[in-house]
């Protein structure tokens, strides 16, 4: 069975320093994988995707994430953090096709502060 | 509509008392899920709708829980006999339905059983 798992809870950064979130997944095939933010009182916005093809993966926001199969990992990474970063993080891994198995785990997040 | 829509986006019951929430997903969208977040919790899945069927309600966590998805769009989520454990932010996305599916969120309704 799939599972994604974020092993950092809560992540406190300075302002203008580099981000990285972790998160490593378990799947039999090559998963989509997906980074979803969620801010204080709003909805998920999906922040970038993993299909196939490159596994640098360029997102919004200056999001970037990388695909490292042998890790079984896509890290999040930003260079240089703002204020307005400062959310919950949700890793998640799809399995592909129409099927009933057709759904997204997600990870149990991660909580990014910034400090000023 | 512009994206999906949730209602109510708040709720507040007493305990034993059956609640209805609703969402209206993103036009054309033939995929809809449910999902739950308790407070400082990740998401839990529910329920997944194709189309009018609901191949997947391995998530639903007991009898008490029970989706339906009406013309293809409009879906009800009903849970009878509310509990404490029942509060919880109540998520429902949609998804074109296409292979690798990027999930679109609603605002979510938030549940507070008393």
């Known amino acids: 069975a799939q599972s994604v798992t974020q092993p950092d809870i809560h992540i406190t950064v300075s302002e203008g320093a580099s981000l990285e979130l972790r998160c490593n997944y378990s799947y039999g095939a090559t998963p989509y994988l997906f980074w979803y933010v969620q801010s204080p009182g709003q909805g998920l916005q999906l922040l970038l995707k993993y299909f196939s093809g490159d596994t640098l993966v360029q997102g919004i926001k200056g999001f970037e994430a990388e695909f490292k199969r042998s890790q079984s990992s896509f890290n999040l990474r930003k260079p240089s953090v703002h204020w307005s970063d400062a959310a919950e993080y949700f890793c998640?891994?799809?399995?592909?096709?129409?099927?009933?198995?057709?759904?997204?785990?997600f990870g149990s997040g991660t909580r990014l502060s910034i400090r000023p | 509509g512009a994206g999906v829509s949730q209602s109510p986006s708040n709720k507040v019951t007493e305990k034993g008392k059956d609640v209805e929430l609703r969402c209206d997903p993103i036009s054309g969208h033939t995929a809809l899920y449910w999902y739950r977040q308790s407070l400082g919790q990740g998401l839990e899945f529910l329920i997944y709708?194709?189309?009018?069927?609901?191949?997947?309600k391995s998530g639903l966590p007991s009898d008490r829980f029970s989706a339906e998805r009406t013309g293809g769009s409009v879906s009800t989520l009903t849970i009878q006999r509310t509990q404490q454990e029942d509060s919880a932010v109540y998520l429902c996305?949609?998804?074109?339905?296409?292979?690798?599916?990027?999930?679109?969120f609603g605002p979510g309704t938030r549940l507070l059983v008393l």
């Open positions: 998640a891994v799809g399995s592909p096709g129409y099927s009933s198995a057709s759904k997204i785990i």
């Open positions: 709708f194709q189309g009018n069927s609901a191949p997947d």
């Open positions: 996305a949609s998804s074109p339905g296409q292979v690798g599916e990027t999930q679109y």
